[in-house]
C-alpha cells in the first residue's frame, strides 16, 4: 500500500526538542522530494521544509530557519525532522509529503495522517 | 509569493455550482494547484497545473486560470463537498497556500 505514516510527535515544553520520523512504503521513496507541512489548530497550511532526493538541498519557511532540520534515509524509506528550540507557535499537526514534479505538473500528490505536536508548559 | 482566496467561507446547498477564487501576488504561470480537506483528516490533491483533474476526482470538480487568476468550480455540488479548499502555488519556495475558503450546508 502506498501510504507515508508520521511519529514522534508529542507533548514538548517551550525551548525543548523533538525529532518527527515518517516511514514511506508503496512507492520508490528515494525518487520523490519530500515535504514537511504543519497545520496550527484551526488554522490553515504552511510549508516547513523540502528535501531533495538524495538530501543535497534543502529549504526551510523562514518561521522555523535555524531552528529545524531536515534529513532522510533513503535505505530506510524514512524523512525525518529534528525540531529544537521549540515555541508555543509551533504547536501544529505535521503532515509528511511526497512531491511530483514533472514538467508543468507539480503537486503534493500523498500526505500522511500527520502527527500532532504540542509546545506548552 | 502570497494567495489570497475569495470568499473566505460560503455556504451553499446540495446541486449548486460553487466557485472560489485565488489569486497570486506575482504570476505563477501554471503552477497551481488545489486541495480539499475535511475535518481531522489531511488535505487531498484535486486538481494541479491550474486545471489537470487528479485521478479519481469526480469531474464535477474543475480549475481553471493561469499567470494571477484563478479558479475552481464545483459543478454540482454534493454532500461530500461539504469541506475546506486551498490553493497552493508550487512556482517557486517557499510553496505557499491560500487561506482557505470553508464550504458549508446552507
Known amino acids: 500500500e502506498v501510504q507515508l505514516v508520521e511519529s514522534g510527535g508529542g507533548l514538548v515544553q517551550p525551548g525543548g526538542s523533538l525529532r518527527l520520523s515518517c516511514s514511506a512504503s508503496?512507492?520508490?521513496?528515494?525518487?520523490?522530494?519530500m515535504h514537511w507541512v504543519r497545520q496550527a489548530p484551526g488554522k490553515g497550511l504552511e510549508s516547513v521544509s523540502v528535501i531533495s532526493t538524495n538530501g543535497g538541498s534543502t529549504y526551510y519557511a523562514d518561521s522555523v530557519k535555524g531552528r529545524f532540520t531536515i534529513s532522510r534515509d533513503n535505505s530506510e524509506n524514512t524523512l525525518y525532522l529534528q525540531m529544537s528550540s521549540l515555541r508555543a507557535e509551533d504547536t501544529a499537526v505535521y503532515y509528511c509529503?511526497?512531491?511530483?514534479?514533472w514538467g508543468i505538473g507539480r503537486y503534493f500528490d500523498l500526505w500522511g495522517r500527520g502527527t500532532l505536536v504540542t509546545v506548552s508548559s | 509569493i502570497q494567495l489570497t482566496q475569495s470568499p473566505s467561507s460560503l455556504s451553499a446547498s446540495v446541486g449548486d455550482r460553487v466557485t472560489i477564487t485565488c489569486r497570486a501576488s506575482?504570476?505563477?504561470?501554471?503552477?497551481l494547484a488545489w486541495y480539499q480537506q475535511k475535518p481531522g483528516k489531511a488535505p487531498k490533491l484535486l486538481i494541479y497545473a491550474a486545471s489537470t483533474l487528479q485521478s479519481g476526482v469526480p469531474s464535477r470538480f474543475s480549475g481553471s486560470g493561469s499567470g494571477t487568476d484563478f479558479t475552481l468550480t464545483i459543478s454540482s455540488l454534493q454532500p461530500e463537498d461539504f469541506a475546506t479548499y486551498y490553493c497552493q502555488q508550487l512556482h517557486s519556495y517557499p510553496f505557499t497556500f491560500g487561506p482557505g475558503t470553508q464550504v458549508d450546508i446552507k
Open positions: 508503496g512507492f520508490t521513496f528515494s525518487s520523490y522530494a
Open positions: 506575482q504570476g505563477i504561470s501554471s503552477y
Open positions: 509529503v511526497k512531491y511530483e514534479d
